[in-house]
C-alpha cells in the first residue's frame, strides 16, 4: 500500500531525526492511511480507497457520491 491519500494527495513528509546529542539522520513522515471500503449507491457496489484520517472524514462531511466524483474528475481510477 503506497503512503498518499487518493482523495487529499497527502503524502509523506522528510525531516531529520535529531538525537540527544544532536546528530542527525534522515527520516520519513508518514501520514494516517488506512484502507476503507464504502457502498455506492448509484452503482450498486463497494468501492475501496486509501485515505489518510483527514481523508475520511472529508468522505463524512461531503458523502460518498460527491467524493468519488471529485476522484474521477481528477482522473483516478475508482
Not at 468501492?47 to 467524493?67: H, M, N, P, Q, Y
Request: one cysteine or more.
Amino acid at each position: 500500500m503506497s503512503a498518499h491519500c487518493q482523495l487529499t494527495g497527502r503524502k509523506p513528509g522528510f525531516g531529520n531525526a535529531i538525537s540527544h546529542s544532536h546528530r542527525r539522520t534522515r527520516r520519513r513522515f508518514d501520514p494516517n492511511i488506512q484502507t476503507r471500503r464504502y457502498w455506492l449507491p448509484s452503482e450498486g457496489r463497494f468501492v475501496r480507497l486509501t485515505l489518510s484520517a483527514k481523508g475520511i472524514k472529508t468522505v463524512d462531511k461531503l458523502g460518498i457520491e460527491k467524493a468519488v466524483a471529485r476522484l474521477r474528475a481528477r482522473g483516478e481510477k475508482v
